[in-house]
């Protein structure tokens, strides 16, 4: 890997892990369609610690409120009575699937997975599911914040499953989740990022020691200066989509992966693309 390629594998990471467009699909295509070849789920995976160092500093502040809220709910043995207890209680909940699956899927998630085709029916698939999370929210109306429960937690960790198949993102597979749940599109944003922290720092570690040979050929210095562009660029697409979310919805999210997905099937079908 060259450092030009590592600047932009970075920046399609960091640009893309956050707002709901699919992250591992476009660390899949971009690099396809520059010639570079498929940099595999081993390196994306490993860059993805510059994304999460960009979450746990944007985040600090919450990150030790919560720490700090289930020690108290620990020592009082009242965990859901404080809140921060119970929010810290509802981002374990929702890491649990994806950790189980995680395992269970891991040859999957590493050979058929990262088909181009794969990736294509997935950019479309979660686009149609969010348009229809997005008009069943605004038809019956969303809840507040403070509504939020263990069962919204628990089904945001199932929609964050999906996101083991390239193409789906993280963020829109559990923002579409959190949305046929009515929750709040920042909130379920917010609580989106916060409860991607444990999920991915464990699979970057895991890629990092079990893929330690094969990214020992990539080189240490591009690497480095991967995770580093990905934590300039994730810390930005947090700030943004953050606020954007305060007073839109991610319908033109929503179109970028129908866009993105037409264009694709078509490449593939004229077979500019393998």
């Known amino acids: 890997m060259s450092i030009i390629e590592a600047i932009v594998l970075g920046l399609v990471q960091g640009l893309t892990e956050f707002i709901p467009i699919s992250s591992t699909g476009h660390l899949k295509i971009v690099p396809e369609l520059l010639g570079w070849g498929d940099p595999g789920a081993a390196a994306s995976a490993v860059i993805q610690f510059g994304t999460i160092l960009a979450v746990v500093i944007y985040f600090f502040r919450d990150i030790i409120r919560l720490i700090a809220g289930f020690v108290r709910g620990l020592v009082t043995?009242?965990?859901?009575?404080?809140?921060?207890?119970?929010?810290?209680?509802?981002?374990?909940?929702?890491?649990?699937?994806?950790?189980?699956?995680?395992?269970?899927?891991?040859?999957?998630?590493?050979?058929?997975?990262?088909?181009?085709?794969?990736?294509?029916?997935?950019?479309?698939?979660?686009?149609?599911?969010?348009?229809?999370?997005?008009?069943?929210?605004?038809?019956k109306g969303f809840r507040t914040k403070e509504d939020f429960n263990a069962k919204d937690a628990w089904l945001m960790g199932a929609g964050q499953c999906i996101a083991l198949i390239p193409g789906s993102s993280r963020s829109g597979s559990t923002i579409m989740t959190a949305l046929f749940r009515r929750v709040p599109h920042d909130y379920a944003a917010r609580f989106s990022f916060l409860m991607s922290i444990p999920a991915v720092t464990a699979a970057g570690v895991y890629e990092l020691f079990s893929e330690k040979e094969h990214l020992a050929t990539v080189g240490t210095t591009p690497i480095l200066v991967a995770i580093a562009v990905a934590f300039i660029s994730g810390w930005a697409s947090i700030y943004f989509l953050l606020r954007y979310l305060r007073t839109h919805t991610t319908h033109v999210f929503i179109y970028y992966r129908y866009a993105l997905g037409i264009i694709m099937a078509i490449l593939l079908l004229t077979g500019y693309l393998k």
């Open 77 to 139: 043995r009242r965990p859901f009575a404080d809140p921060d207890s119970r929010e810290a209680w509802f981002v374990g909940f929702a890491t649990i699937p994806v950790v189980v699956l995680g395992v269970v899927l891991k040859d999957f998630i590493h050979g058929v997975f990262r088909s181009t085709w794969v990736i294509t029916f997935q950019l479309v698939s979660i686009a149609v599911l969010l348009q229809l999370a997005e008009a069943y929210a605004r038809r």
